[in-house]
C-alpha cells in the first residue's frame, strides 16, 4: 500500500504548480538537484572532512579522480570526499573565499557555528535588530545563541537603510566581537566598505556577512561580495536565490589546514576554527545527499545563464516595486534594490499583514506577513508583507507577468478593504475564486522545473 506521504507530496506538487511562490526565501530546484538529494548518499556516514588541501592546481576532472588521504571517523569515503571536495571546490569559486563548509543543515546552525568558532559565552555580537529585518540567529532572546552570547542591536533609519551611525557608536562603545550584516528582510545594498571600516577600529572583530537572501545575487555578481570587501566570513543558506538544497554554508578567508590540530584563535584561522564548530563543535554526520545537491546547484550557478537569471531576479522585483507603488502600497526604502519587497499594508490601506496573507493564499498568490520598524502588530499581527522575485523568476516570468501579479495584488487588498474582516473572506468567495483561476491558468503557462 501507498504511504499516504506520497499522496500529499502529489498535493504539494499540484499547489506549487498552480500557483505563485512570491516569499522571497523560496525557490524551485532543478531536476539534477532534486536527483542528487533524492540519491543514495542518503546512506552514507562520513563524520569528519575530505582533504583540504586536494591536487596542487587541481581541476575539476582531478578532484573526480583522486582524493588525497581525509579526516574521517568512518571508512567507504572514497567518492563522498571527492562530491564533498567539489562541492567546497565549487563555492569557493562562486564566493571569492579561501574556504567553505558546506556542511551546516541550515543557515541557523551555520550561523551558530560562527557564533561557537570566535566567541566566549557571555562576548558581543552586533547584529541588526529582529524588528528591523534581522533574522531569528541573530540574537532573538527565544534562541540558545542569546542565551550563551550577548547581542546587542542597530536597527533601520527612517529610508529603511542600515543605521550606520547607530552601528558605529555602538561598536565604539561595547566593542563586539562579531559585528554582523545580513538580513531577511532588507531591500537595500549594505556599505560594506564602510562596515568594514567600523571594524577596523575594534581589536580582534570579527566581520561576519550573513547573505542567505542574496548569494545567488552575489555569486551572480549582481550584488556585492562581503568578502570581497575584507569580511572574514559569509554565511548563506543555500535554497534561496542560490537556488539549490534546503541547507547551510560558511564562506571564510584565512589560514586552510587540517582541523585535527587545535589552531591558535586568530582572526587569520578562521576557516579551521570554523570547521571544528562546524564537527564536532555544533554537528554530527553531514548530509551528504543534500551536499551532492549543493555542488550540483554551485555548479549551475557557475554557469553563464545564472547571471541573466540573477539580473532578471532584480530587474523584475523593481517592475514588481514599481507597478505597487502605482497602486498606492507603501514600500518600505520606497522600493528595492534587490530581490525583496516590503509593503506596509497597514499604513497604505489599514489592513494587517496576516489578513492580507490570508487572502492572497486563497487565490493562490503566496508571501509572508512581516513587521516593519515601529510595528505596533508584533510578529503575529504585523502591517507590513514581505515578497519577492527569485522563484517566480525560475519560472521564466518577467515584467509583463509583474504587472498582472501587482494588479491580482491590487484587487485582492480591494476585497480585503470590502470585507473589513478576515472572517468575513468567504463571503467574496466568487470574486476570489475569479482571480484564482487567472493565477491558475498564468501559473500553467510557466511550469516549475522538475514538476
Ligand atoms: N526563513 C528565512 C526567511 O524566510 O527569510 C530566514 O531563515
Redesign the pocket.
Known amino acids: 500500500m501507498k504511504d499516504i506521504v506520497f499522496k500529499l507530496i502529489e498535493e504539494e506538487k499540484k499547489r506549487q504548480k498552480e500557483g505563485l511562490e512570491l ?4 525557490n524551485y530546484v532543478s531536476a539534477d538537484v532534486l536527483k542528487a538529494m533524492g540519491s543514495i548518499l542518503t546512506n552514507k556516514y562520513s563524520e569528519g572532512y575530505p582533504n583540504f588541501k586536494g591536487i596542487p592546481g587541481d581541476s575539476e576532472k582531478e578532484i573526480a579522480k583522486e582524493i588525497l588521504g581525509n579526516y574521517r571517523y568512518y571508512g567507504g569515503q572514497t567518492n563522498i570526499d571527492r562530491i564533498e571536495r567539489l562541492a567546497i571546490d565549487r563555492a569557493c569559486r562562486l564566493f571569492h573565499a579561501d574556504h567553505a563548509n558546506v556542511q551546516p543543515h541550515s ?2 546552525n551555520a550561523n551558530e557555528a560562527v557564533y561557537f568558532a570566535w566567541c566566549e559565552p557571555g562576548d558581543k555580537i552586533l547584529a541588526m535588530n529582529l524588528g528591523h529585518g534581522g ?2 540567529t541573530h540574537g532573538s532572546p527565544v534562541t540558545r545563541s542569546a542565551k550563551i552570547y550577548n547581542f546587542l542591536a542597530y536597527g533601520t533609519t527612517e529610508d529603511g537603510d542600515i543605521d550606520y551611525k547607530e552601528m558605529e557608536k555602538i561598536a565604539k562603545k561595547e566593542k563586539p566581537k562579531i559585528i554582523l550584516v545580513g538580513y ?2 532588507f531591500m537595500k545594498i549594505p556599505d560594506f566598505k564602510r562596515v568594514k571600516k567600523i571594524a577596523d577600529k575594534i581589536p580582534d572583530c570579527l566581520l561576519m556577512a550573513d547573505m ?2 542574496v548569494a545567488g545575487l552575489i555569486a551572480a555578481g549582481v550584488h556585492p561580495n562581503p568578502l570581497d570587501f575584507g569580511f572574514h566570513v559569509m554565511t548563506t ?1 543555500t535554497h ?1 536565490t542560490l537556488r539549490g538544497p534546503r541547507g547551510g554554508l560558511i564562506l571564510s578567508k584565512g589560514n586552510v589546514a587540517s582541523p585535527l590540530k587545535k589552531p591558535e584563535k586568530t582572526l587569520k584561522n578562521i576557516p579551521i576554527l570554523i570547521d571544528r564548530a562546524v564537527f564536532p563543535g555544533t554537528q554530527g554526520g553531514p548530509l551528504e545527499h543534500v551536499i551532492a545537491a549543493k555542488a550540483v546547484a554551485f555548479g549551475e550557478a557557475l554557469r553563464p545563464e545564472f547571471k541573466t537569471y540573477a539580473k532578471n531576479i532584480v530587474k523584475n522585483a523593481k517592475v514588481l516595486a514599481e507597478e505597487l507603488k502605482k497602486y498606492k502600497f507603501i514600500l518600505q526604502g520606497n522600493g528595492t534594490e534587490n530581490h525583496l519587497i516590503l509593503a506596509n499594508v497597514e499604513k497604505s490601506f489599514g489592513i494587517s499583514g496576516k489578513f492580507y496573507e490570508k487572502a492572497l493564499d486563497m487565490v493562490g498568490l503566496t508571501l ?1 506577513a512581516n513587521s516593519l520598524p515601529g510595528d505596533k502588530g508584533g510578529a503575529f499581527r504585523p502591517g507590513g508583507v514581505r515578497l519577492g522575485t527569485p522563484a517566480i523568476t525560475t519560472r521564466g516570468m518577467g515584467p509583463k507577468e509583474m504587472k498582472k501579479i501587482a494588479k491580482w495584488m491590487n484587487d485582492v487588498k480591494d476585497i480585503c478593504l470590502e470585507v473589513v474582516d478576515e472572517e468575513n473572506l468567504h463571503l467574496k468567495q466568487k470574486e476570489l475564486d475569479k482571480i484564482r483561476k487567472e493565477v491558475k491558468n498564468l501559473s500553467l503557462k510557466f511550469p516549475v522545473p522538475a514538476i
Open positions: 516569499i522571497p526565501s523560496e543557515g541557523a533574522h531569528l531577511s528582510a542567505a537572501h543558506t534561496k509572508n
